[in-house]
């Protein structure tokens, strides 16, 4: 213990110093040699993370995840309430994490819940709100419209259906944009570049969370709701978890009880590539 004491990184990253939507961005800035970087910015806010580099092109360069001293997987990060955390330990030393064996060798992220504080009951009630907009899009060429294929002259061709933009100048001219529909529906528009249509596309995303915990001597009772809806339109994401955490000592005896459940719903779109690729 002495050993691994001497290579650690102690974090007190409690509430609301948590990113109330994902627990890796909530230490962002926190630990050198800690790198995050976001790799889905939906509902789900994917991220990776590397602690001691890049060991490995072709395996696993994630450090491991340790709750209340039992491994788990790093991707049951996302479903801890950021609010039970009482304490983060980064471990980057091979000293220090190989105590948890072959799993460590890429670092080690460990967190301690809260528990029951002695003295008079405490009752907590808070609530958060956050909004995300596209803060930028890339930027597009304004002089051709959608089209793939040429013609005799080597000139592009419109196609209403393509995606691409090699097709021929545009000129204003009505033309129909999209296949025609089962009853002979037809969207037309004029053949023009349409300054904000892609990031008209896009909505303001919503994220409310809620939070009650009851504290009182050896017990801890926490719950939480998450409602997410993303930029992308008609993406949600649900999250409901409760968290109970009980102690007792006799003499040289220590009995702890933990659980947690966790419960998500959500409805997003089944393809991110293709709705990017679209828009």
Same mark, same amino acid.
């Given at each position: ?7 650690? =990184?102690?974090? /007190?990253?409690? %509430? ?5 939507? *994902?627990?890796? $961005? &909530?230490?962002?800035?926190?630990? !050198? ?56 330990? =980064?471990?980057? /030393?091979?000293? %220090? ?5 072959? *799993?460590?060798? $890429? &670092?080690?992220?460990?967190?301690? !819940? ?166």
């Amino acid at each position: 213990f002495k050993q691994k004491t001497a290579y650690e =990184i102690r974090l /007190s990253l409690v %509430g609301s110093e948590m990113c109330i939507r *994902d627990r890796q $961005n &909530g230490l962002t800035g926190k630990v !050198s040699g800690l790198n995050i970087s976001t790799t889905n910015s939906g509902v789900f806010a994917n991220t990776r993370i590397t602690l001691r580099g890049i060991r490995s092109l072709t395996g696993n360069n994630q450090p491991m995840l340790v709750l209340d001293g039992v491994p788990v997987a790093l991707s049951f990060l996302n479903s801890i309430n950021p609010n039970d955390i009482a304490d983060v330990s =980064i471990l980057k /030393s091979s000293a %220090g994490t190989a105590i948890y064996g072959p *799993d460590g060798v $890429n &670092g080690a992220i460990i967190i301690t !819940s809260k528990k029951g504080i002695k003295g008079r009951p405490v009752v907590t009630l808070s609530n958060t709100t956050q909004l995300e907009s596209i803060a930028y899009m890339p930027k597009f060429q304004k002089q051709f419209g959608g089209g793939y294929g040429t013609d005799a002259f080597g000139n592009g061709t419109f196609e209403p259906i393509e995606q691409q933009s090699w097709g021929p100048a545009y000129d204003g001219s009505i033309r129909q944009f999209g296949q025609t529909g089962p009853k002979g529906e037809k969207l037309e528009m004029p053949y023009s570049y349409n300054e904000n249509g892609r990031r008209n596309f896009f909505q303001t995303g919503v994220t409310t969370q809620t939070d009650v915990s009851f504290s009182t001597g050896d017990f801890y009772l926490s719950a939480q709701n998450v409602g997410i809806n993303g930029t992308i339109p008609g993406d949600k994401n649900n999250r409901r978890s409760v968290n109970l955490r009980a102690e007792k000592e006799y003499n040289r005896i220590k009995a702890t009880f933990s659980l947690r459940y966790t419960q998500t719903e959500y409805d997003i779109t089944n393809n991110n590539q293709l709705v990017y690729y679209g828009v």
